[in-house]
C-alpha cells in the first residue's frame, strides 16, 4: 500500500494474483527513481517481481524468492538458500544481465540489508548471543536482564514488569526453535514454559 505524506487513505500499489497464485506480496524495496520497487511474491509462482506506482503491471525479476536491493554500480543483491548473492543488473530493462555470485554464505533465513553505497548487514546463519539490558532514556545503561542467551520474539508484560523471550537454537533449515521464558527483571526470577517453543 501507500499513503500520501500529508495522511488520507491507504491505496494499493499490488494487487496479489489468483491466477498466479499468489499468497503475499512482501518486502518491497525502492529503486533509485523512487517509482520503480522489487518485492517478493509468495505463492507457486513466487519469485522476486519488479512493480510501479505508476502502473498495476508486474515482472518476474528472480525465481528466488527473497527482498532484492539494487546498489551501485548497477548490481542486484538477493538471498538464494544460505547464501547472499549479487548480479549484474540492468536497472532501464528490469533485468538481471549478468551470472549470479556469492557474497557471503550462511546468513539466517534471507535476513539482510543493503545501502546504495554496497555496505551489507546481514545476520549470520546458527546462534547469536544476545544480552538482553535496560537503558535510560538518555541512553544511560540500567543493568542487564538475565543472562547472555539465543533469544527472539520479545514481549513485555502491559506492566513492563515481566517480559517474555523465546530462547534456543535457530536455524534456516529448523526455523526458530526454542522455549517460551518469562523473567520478572523487579525479581531477578526466570522461569521456563516447556512445551511452548515456537
Not at 505463492?43 to 539494487?70: E, F, I, M, N, T
Request: one cysteine or more.
Amino acid at each position: 500500500f501507500r499513503i500520501p505524506e500529508s495522511g488520507g487513505t491507504p491505496a494499493p500499489v499490488t494487487e496479489l494474483d489468483k491466477a498466479r497464485g499468489d499468497i503475499s506480496h512482501t518486502g518491497p524495496q525502492f529503486l533509485p527513481d523512487g517509482r520503480t520497487l522489487l518485492f517478493t511474491v509468495t505463492g507457486p509462482q513466487g519469485g522476486l517481481y519488479a512493480g510501479s506506482l505508476d502502473s498495476r503491471s508486474v515482472k518476474r525479476v528472480l525465481d528466488d524468492r527473497s527482498r532484492g536491493y539494487v546498489v551501485d554500480p548497477g548490481y542486484l543483491v538477493f538471498a538464494r538458500q544460505q547464501s547472499l548473492m549479487a548480479a549484474l543488473f540492468d536497472i532501464k530493462r528490469l533485468e538481471v544481465s549478468g551470472p549470479a555470485f556469492p557474497i557471503v554464505s550462511q546468513i539466517f533465513s534471507g535476513q539482510f540489508s543493503t545501502t546504495a553505497n554496497r555496505y551489507v548487514a546481514y545476520r549470520p546463519e546458527g546462534d547469536t548471543t544476545s544480552q538482553l539490558a535496560w537503558y535510560h532514556r538518555d541512553g544511560r545503561r540500567l543493568g542487564d536482564v538475565g543472562a547472555p542467551a539465543p533469544c527472539r520474539q520479545i514481549q513485555l508484560s502491559p506492566s513492563g514488569r515481566r517480559l517474555a523471550i523465546q530462547r534456543g537454537e535457530a536455524s534456516s533449515v529448523l526455523g526458530s526453535a526454542g522455549d517460551i521464558w518469562v523473567m520478572d527483571h523487579q525479581q531477578s526470577r526466570v522461569r521456563r514454559r516447556p512445551g511452548m517453543g515456537a
